[in-house]
């Protein structure tokens, strides 16, 4: 049986009559009874008492006539909300990221919500390294990332240039210069994250370039907690810039350029390239893309691959 079958045999049921049925469907009387000798005999069981001039129902027609209904009710229920995920009236979206890239969407995140606001948004917290495998498993239909992944099933997409910074406390020594050379730092004791990084490579790299000892004398698992401990004077840090944003327009931290090291950062969505993007991660690309427009600067949207 189909869901035509089903249409045509309760408005036999309500409206008591085949002929009337037949006026209400548009279709002939012929069409209408056809229709519903077939059902029964793919039932096995007749559904009306044909003795009846009232169409009346047996008991198996009033069976079918139950789970008729309630098919035909999930029929709407499935087309109306499939018409609120094409209007983003209903939908989820979930985003692979990490502490520091999950800052850089905030803005987007906002933006998001104020146009989007019955779209569910989960950003679930992922090692950079984990989230290509997360999108490609279907964990999560974008990540974030500080480097492009190198893999022909993803497609990149280039939201954010960010840099990495070299931030003292105010009251250091060296707070008041505006520039420092990486062999003034070979004394200073940094604050270093956990997690190793190809931007942690690029530091270190650079110091044994400069033969400058790097002394890490306390790694700490979150950015939070560097910034905090830098604050209250113990040691130095190279931070990502949109980390310290509020820290350094408050006074709390300090920037100051060093002359030998310049790490920039690009911050990309990535998602499966053969994919049939959901509505609603179509409309957050095109959030993002509007919000680059708007703000210039730091923020862009440039296709990779």
């Known amino acids: 049986m189909d869901l035509a079958q089903l249409e045509v045999f309760l408005t036999v049921a309500r409206e008591g009559r085949f002929s009337r049925a037949a006026e209400k469907l548009f279709r002939t009387q012929s069409a209408v009874s056809q229709t519903i000798h077939k059902l029964e005999e793919e039932i096995g069981e007749p559904l009306f008492d044909r003795s009846s001039r009232e ?17 035909l009710n999930l029929r709407t229920s499935a087309q109306e909300a499939l018409a609120e995920l094409r209007e983003l009236q209903k939908g989820k979206l979930t985003i692979a990221a990490n502490e520091f890239t ?37 964990n999560a239909e974008f990540g974030v990332l500080t ?45 270093a994250h956990i997690v190793n990084s190809p931007y942690r490579e690029k530091v270190i790299q650079a110091f044994q370039k400069y033969k400058t000892p790097l002394h890490m004398a306390v790694e700490l698992p979150t950015l939070q907690a560097i910034k905090r401990f830098v604050a209250m004077g113990h040691g130095v840090a190279f931070l990502p810039e949109i980390s310290v944003e509020s820290e350094l327009s408050r006074g709390e931290l300090v920037h100051i350029r060093v002359r030998e090291l310049q790490v920039h950062r690009q911050l990309r969505l990535i998602y499966r390239k053969t994919a049939s993007l959901s509505h609603a991660a179509r409309a957050f690309l095109k ?11 730091r923020y862009c949207f440039q296709r990779e691959h």
């Open 55 to 71: 169409g009346l129902l047996t008991d198996a027609g009033q069976v079918l006539q139950e789970y008729a209904e309630r098919l």
């Open 102 to 138: 999950g800052l850089c969407l905030l803005p987007v995140l906002g933006e998001f919500q104020r146009i989007h606001p019955m779209i569910r948004i989960t950003v679930q917290r992922a090692l950079g390294s984990h989230i290509p495998g997360d999108v490609l498993r279907h």
């Open 147 to 191: 480097y492009d992944p190198q893999d022909p099933q993803l497609q990149s997409v280039v939201v954010y240039m960010d840099e990495l910074i070299f931030v003292v406390p105010p009251k250091h020594p060296l707070a008041g210069e505006r520039e420092v050379s990486i062999r003034q730092l070979g004394a200073e004791s940094f604050v």
């Open 287 to 297: 959030v993002t893309e509007a919000l680059a427009v708007e703000r210039k600067g």
